[in-house]
């Protein structure tokens, strides 16, 4: 059998080898491979029948549900593209992501429900909006009135490998969120990669615990389809659901953030669980702070595999495997993001100039790998910017590689702040607080917290003839930001730090917050 290229002939693949093996299970139901083909196909003809083409997005705004990746399999066949929303965002941003990815369909779950009503009129591309679960449940009703796609509308759209199937939205350096287009080849490609990486076979049974929206969801997901293997879904990460899952249904494969494990740690009566069908605990996407690292070592001994990746990259491009955790006499890799994964090339280059450094010099984090996004929707020039003529991505992460191969993330190039795993970028929170009559000057930095890895962060020079509130600014942050990107502190300052040109030194503003810690950054 030839090697599928595209996400709909993996599904039609696993339905014809395993139709009656379980595919995913969810809140007490199961779902075959049969009757998860029969449902996408479902929903790739009721695409159809609302006048859906190729090149269009539907969007979701949910908590995890299988619907989900059903509509995003769905758009693999018809040539549409899923664009998951950020459930943590507040409603100028939802309504932001949704008119930005000009979603026709959107698809919304019960606790999103009356937002989205309230934000109907500000949603002038989307021409119906299905609910999913709860007593007014829609989107059963939906599939049920399609027939399955037959052969020949199966191919009325071919899907190819650079075809964008599902959307996913990165935080902004300007302010705004980029819709980041996966495609079937990055994907496909991520999975190949890591699947290997990680041993994951049909036999598998992998927990989706990260929200669909994260690429440390709907790629991990996707990573678990791709090979047969049966997902275990979560509707939220909570840390006792997880643990109990784990042992429960002999979970053999998870991703999860840093946050997370701290927590899962800390549940009374962890240690006392069976996790004895565990091969492979992923975790990334924030700093480990080494208490939870030490800890999450002693509940979770030879299975701990770091991660390192980014949207653009469809998920990981390095790892740091069990062998580097257990050995003491390599210990200090532990404050390193590995090496890179099959298929991928790292390098260090100098982020003025783009030639490579030295090895164990500084630089910005560049990547290649056939793992690369389409591209940014929309935003052809922030495209040219991140993405080099011979493919190399320009990550934004500052860090060095050593001799054996090992890069260490020690900065970022973007100031990005990475707090439970969530990508914070200050000009998003900087450009609410600069609308504020009572500041006049801004700067928000990431500084180190036990639980969160890192969090915003707010250095304020007050408006001339102005006291700064800190207590009003954060509600105003909160009426306009979702709450994980609202600053947990404020400094007010009579001058910001700038260089001759008038950029502000942010490094110099962190400086005083990041001394005497050993600063992990995956």
């Known amino acids: 059998m030839s090697t599928p290229t595209d996400c709909t002939a993996i599904l039609a693949s ?19 491979w049969a009757e998860l083909a029969g449902r996408v196909r479902r929903n790739a003809a009721a695409q159809r029948a609302a006048g859906l083409i190729p090149g269009d997005r539907i969007a979701v705004l949910d908590l995890n549900h299988p619907s989900c990746l059903e509509l995003t399999l769905a758009c693999a066949q018809v040539g549409t593209a899923n664009a ?17 990815a000009r979603a026709r369909i959107l698809f919304v779950g019960p606790e999103f429900a009356g937002i989205v009503e309230k934000l109907r009129e500000e949603l002038p591309t989307v021409e119906r909006v299905i609910r999913i679960g709860g007593a007014d449940d829609e989107y059963e009703a939906w599939l049920a009135a399609h027939e399955p796609d037959a052969d020949a509308d199966a191919e009325a759209h071919r899907a190819t490998p650079d075809d964008c199937f599902v959307q996913l939205y990165t935080s902004g350096t300007t302010g705004f969120p980029k819709g980041t287009m996966l495609t079937h080849r990055g994907m496909l490609a991520h999975a190949r990669n890591s699947a290997i990486d990680m041993d994951l076979g049909p036999d598998a049974r992998v927990q989706v615990a990260m929200p669909l929206f994260h690429v440390g969801g709907t790629s991990f997901a996707l990573l678990g389809i791709s090979v047969g293997a049966r997902l275990v879904m979560m509707r939220l990460p909570d840390p006792a659901a997880a643990l109990e899952m784990l042992e429960a249904e002999r979970i053999t494969h998870t991703f999860l953030v840093p946050a997370l494990l701290a927590a899962m740690t800390k549940i009374p009566g962890a240690a006392e669980r069976d996790y004895s069908a565990l091969k492979a605990l992923s975790y990334g996407a924030s700093p480990m702070p080494l208490p939870v690292m030490r800890a999450s070592l002693a509940l979770f001994p030879g299975v701990m595999r770091q991660v390192y990746g980014m949207t653009e990259q469809s998920g990981a491009v390095s790892t740091l495997g069990p062998a580097d955790h257990s050995d003491p ?4 890799r532990l404050v390193s993001a590995g090496t890179p994964v099959r298929g991928v090339e790292i390098k260090i280059c100098d982020p003025g100039s783009g030639e ?6 500084p630089g910005e984090i560049w990547v290649r790998s056939e793992q690369v996004m389409g ?4 935003k052809p020039e922030a495209t ?15 860090g060095h590689m050593d001799a054996d191969g090992y890069i260490y993330v020690t900065d970022r190039i973007k100031d990005m702040i990475i707090s439970g795993g969530e990508n914070i970028y200050p000009a998003e929170i ?10 006049d000057d801004v700067a928000v930095i990431g500084v180190s917290d036990e639980k969160w890895g890192e969090v915003p962060k707010a250095v304020v020079v007050a408006a001339p003839g102005t006291i700064v509130d800190t207590q009003q600014m954060l509600a105003w942050c909160r009426e306009r930001l979702a709450s994980f990107k609202c600053p947990k502190s404020f400094d007010v300052v009579t001058a910001l730090p700038r260089n001759p040109t008038g950029k502000i030194l942010k490094k110099d503003l962190r400086k005083p917050y990041w001394e005497g810690r050993e600063r992990q950054v995956v």
Do not use: C, K, M
């Open 430 to 439: 900087e450009r609410v607080l600069a609308e504020h009559p009572s500041i």
């Open 329 to 332: 006499a390599v210990a200090h």
């Open 14 to 32: 696993w339905e014809a080898q395993r139709p009656d093996a379980i595919a995913i299970a969810f809140g007490g139901s199961t779902w075959t």
């Open 84 to 100: 998951v929303v950020n459930f943590r965002l507040a409603p100028p941003e939802i309504v932001y992501v949704i008119n930005d």
């Open 375 to 378: 591209g940014y929707w929309g």
């Open 384 to 398: 040219a910017a991140a993405i080099t003529p011979d493919g190399w991505l320009r990550s934004g992460d500052g």
């Open 356 to 361: 490579p450094v030295p090895t164990g010099a």
